[in-house]
């Protein structure tokens, strides 16, 4: 049924709901706004961009944004390597996990040809120059303060200062070529982060002495799930300001996820029952929308019925997840039309990130059915 699904291509979330009819979620890509996405950032970003592939690894999204321009990609498992290289044979692949098997080092090397490698300890750095050899560039994962991200990515990973200065060092004095990588942490609110954390690399750069082959300030990029949130254009002008006034004459790169692809996609799931105001749906906390209870997100629903949008008075629902525990629940409430019940759809919009990629299968609950949606937007704006 799924595969068969994935062939299909849509001209609206509308169009799904006419011909599949589908008591099961499906997730819905629009490639439009994957394309368009990616020519914001690759025109905007003053350097090279990657996109961060744990963020949604489909292949729909992959191809929309090489066809938007992206031919970089941030890759931490031999999964997603394989992934990427088997879509896009021309992508050039980073390794940019700071704690690799030796078996993935190996595969990554040998077979996939990958010449970047994150490390953050000199253990990591031996690792990979016993298996990748010398000729490679070692990218030096710093620790970043704690900013107003969502989610923060350097109290697990990242070196302090002086420890980078050290692997730096070591890295260049080995023959291998040298590069600095951030990251802020997701769905960053702050542009000014950046800044803070591009002085901190320039300062360890400059007290290493190293030639760096680029300066990685890594993803973060926030997609607007509230209308306060600074747009792109405010983090490239921090970041191209912090570039000069830092002299900083080598290459940039980031490595966004979620800038990329939150809008760009949306989760249509169906209303199995109503109980008073709750409303259990096919779709949860184990499947696509794991993010919308652990980030805080509040995405835009709208209620869908066979013969179109569900209209009149709104009221609030908490909405319950399909697995057989109470914790599939969503913790806040979404307004909602009141005449809402079962057999109408629920939209969830920009689900593109952290969504289909997340989904554990707990229970046998699974959004397996993907499809396309060739020509439109996604319907939510942002
Ligand atoms: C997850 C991740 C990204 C992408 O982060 P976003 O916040 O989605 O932009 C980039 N780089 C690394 C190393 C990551 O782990």
Redesign the pocket.
Known sequence: MSSAARELRFASVADVIARLNPSYPVFCVFPDVLRARAREFVDGFPGTVLY?V??NPHPYVLKALWEGGVRHF?T?SIFEIAKVTEQLPEAHCYF?HPVKGRGALEAASDVYGLKDY?VDTFSELDKVTEIAGTDITVEVRIATPKGSAV?D?SSKFGAAPDEAVALLTEASRRGCRTAI?F?VG??CLDPDAYRVAMEMSADVAARAGVKLEYLDV????PAVYKKETPPLSAYFDVIRAAYERLGLDIPLFA?????LVADACSVLTQVHLRKGDSLYINDGIYGCLSEVRDGDLDPPVRAISKTGPVEGPMQSFRIFGPTCDSLDVLKQTFDLPESIGEGDWIEFGLMG?YSIGMQTGFNGFVTDTIVRIDGAQSGFGS
Do not use: I, T
């Not at 890594?218 to 990029?221: L, S």
């Not at 490595?255 to 800038?259: I, T, Y």
């Open positions: 961060a744990k963020c941030d931490a940019n994150v989610y990515l990588a990251h997701s769905q890594g993803g973060g990029f490595e966004p996820g979620r800038a990130a």
